[in-house]
């Protein structure tokens, strides 16, 4: 009896274990560095598959659903105007479709193409925070390539919190509620309701009410984490103008609450450069240059302000440059 006894104890670990479930498997998720492209300047967009918090872009597929093709590495280029939907797929899990849209900006001699600057207040203790990035993305979907975000992280519980940074621009634009939104650094255009209506309505009045902008040319070079940017503009009115650099990073995950554990933040705010104020005539171009360090994941944005407002931005790639570039059609 007490063989027999032993015997069955010997199996109880193996038996236990039947019946039980595997761990769920980690959500797979498709991000990209652009998701509005111009084709006239050469454009890409750079996708990074993740499992979980997991990088897996080395492991995964790539499939351009909309013309049924499969990307060769990471990159896509396109050569046309259009718009295409991407799936990542890795041992049988498949991602929910990413879109890029590309659009073509016309040459030399219409109006440089304006774009709109949205900061996006932010914190991962915020529970509606991720529902203001979703009406932002909304948005960027109405107006392809006219909308630049930028999320500023607020509060020293966020890990990606920057001193005094944060605080600064809270105060200058009253934020006093999560989250919230400003167009273009107009304290005016302050709202904390998570509504694509409401933030497309401000970026359509500051764009008409700015009419054309002016023109923006980067040059960027990236040596052992430290970069050196060439930014100038050219000027379609007399002002007093400032160049600024900010130092974006995406793809930094933490817990989000309102989100996931594994939450992928993008857009995120690192540094915030200011150059000195220029006169300029209409007409006229004028520089400014700048150094400071980067990671592998992070990325350039050049304002142009006009009496404290945006009067144009662009987006660039840590080591990339960006020439003028052009609207179809005069406003």
């Known amino acids: 009896m007490k063989r027999l006894l032993h015997i069955l104890l010997a199996f109880l670990p193996v038996l236990s274990c039947v019946g039980q479930k595997d761990d769920p498997v980690p959500e797979l998720r498709l991000m990209a560095d652009l998701t509005a492209l111009n084709v006239t300047a050469g454009e890409s967009a750079t996708f990074t598959v993740y499992s979980g918090a997991e990088d897996v872009t080395a492991f995964a597929a790539i499939r351009n659903v909309t013309d049924g093709t499969d990307l060769e590495g990471n990159v896509f280029a396109p050569t046309e105007a259009g718009e295409w939907s991407f799936v990542a797929t890795l041992d049988g899990a498949e991602s929910e479709p990413l879109t890029v849209t590309a659009i073509e900006i016309a040459d030399e001699g219409k109006d440089f193409f304006r774009r709109s600057l949205v900061l996006d207040f932010t914190g991962t203790w915020c529970v509606n925070c991720p529902k203001m990035e979703a009406a932002i993305e909304e948005t960027m979907e109405a107006r392809p390539g006219r909308i630049v975000p930028v999320s500023v992280h607020c509060m020293s519980v966020d890990p990606m919190y920057v001193k005094p940074l944060s605080d600064d621009l809270v105060r200058k634009f009253g934020v006093k509620a999560y989250p919230s939104a400003v167009v273009d650094l107009d304290p005016e255009s302050l709202i904390t309701a998570q509504s694509p209506e409401l933030l497309q309505s401000h970026i359509d009045r500051l764009l008409e009410a700015r009419g054309p902008a002016a023109g923006i040319r980067v040059e960027s070079t990236v040596n052992e984490g430290s970069f050196t940017l060439k930014a100038e503009m050219k000027a379609v009115r007399d002002g007093t103008y400032v160049l600024v650099v900010l130092v974006l990073e995406d793809g930094t995950v933490a817990a989000q609450t309102g989100g996931t554990t594994d939450y992928v933040h993008n857009n995120i705010l690192r540094s915030w450069t200011e150059g000195?104020?220029?006169?300029?005539?209409?007409?006229?171009?004028?520089?400014?240059?700048?150094?400071?360090?980067?990671?592998?994941?992070?990325?350039?944005?050049?304002?142009?302000?006009?009496?404290?407002?945006?009067?144009?931005?662009?987006?660039?790639?840590?080591g990339g440059s960006v020439d003028w570039q052009y609207e179809e059609e005069n406003y």
């Open 276 to 318: 000195e104020s220029l006169n300029v005539k209409e007409g006229d171009t004028a520089s400014c240059d700048f150094t400071g360090t980067v990671t592998a994941k992070s990325r350039f944005v050049v304002l142009v302000l006009r009496d404290g407002l945006v009067d144009n931005v662009i987006g660039c790639a840590a």
